[in-house]
């Protein structure tokens, strides 16, 4: 796999060659650039909503975080954020409010491992994963949901004991117990993650085909893909 960190190597390797070769400064201002291209968020055309991000803990305190991205407990081995903080587009952040509160009388709260992702990040996700694993990352010439603000990663947590509900499988696993039509697992723990996707699907959210726990919000394709880091979100 070329990931971009490789594509920027090759470009750097030929341009000291052609620069050597044939001392043309125009043939090494064309590869940096390129190699620029390589490492930005694609270009949108149409028309886009405007961007309202909120931070969900500050419209419902009892919304729980545990923003893996942010520690080393990830899949990337390293924190790729530099703050455990959990963002969506206003309407979306609304309508987890909205679950959380239904999720009460079941006994269960919502526990948040990932909202808003700056797209340099999904570009990283891309590079590190192999091939046969992409279906569980975003192609970041076409960005994710995450990077627009409309996408979500979340379970639940018990609201008695505090402690994080058990589902099929675990997050960010790499694997088929990730399907939210996986069979195996007790039945206790489908019971829980269907119920978690019920409950999402009906104010609006459409669970990811590989991840039981990634929901993308409706009307997602509004939004422009976004690199802008949490520090700068106001």
């Given amino acids: 796999m070329v990931t971009f960190g490789g594509i920027n190597s090759l470009i750097m390797t030929i341009s000291m060659f052609l620069k050597w070769r044939f001392s043309s400064p125009l043939v090494v201002v064309v590869l940096i650039f390129v190699a620029s291209c390589a490492t930005k968020p694609p270009q949108e055309v149409g028309d886009f909503k405007s961007s309202d991000l909120v931070e969900l803990v500050k419209l419902d305190s009892t919304i729980r975080l545990d923003i893996r991205y942010a520690t080393t407990n990830n899949f990337v081995g390293r924190p790729v954020y530099k703050e455990a903080r959990a963002f969506l587009q206003r309407p979306a952040a609304e309508a987890v409010v909205k679950i959380n509160a239904s999720l009460k009388p079941y006994g269960y709260g919502l526990l948040v491992f990932d909202g808003y992702r700056p797209w340099s990040v999904t570009k990283l996700f891309w590079d590190i994963t192999p091939e046969e694993d992409k279906k569980f990352v975003a192609d970041p010439q076409k960005g994710s949901r995450h990077n627009r603000g409309c996408a979500v990663d979340l379970t639940m947590y018990d ?32 019971k829980a993650r269907d119920l978690l996707r019920e409950k999402m699907e009906s104010f609006g ?26 520090s700068k979100i106001k």
Avoid at 169 to 179: H, I, K
Avoid at 214 to 228: A, L, P, T, V
């Fill in 205 to 230: 959210f459409i669970v990811y085909e590989f991840e039981w726990w990634h929901f993308d919000f409706k009307g997602w394709e509004s939004y422009r893909i976004q690199n802008i880091p949490f």
């Fill in 159 to 190: 609201l008695k004991t505090g402690k994080e509900v058990e589902m099929p499988g675990a997050y960010d696993e790499m694997s088929e117990r990730s399907y939210p039509d996986y069979s195996g697992g007790s039945a206790e723990q489908r």
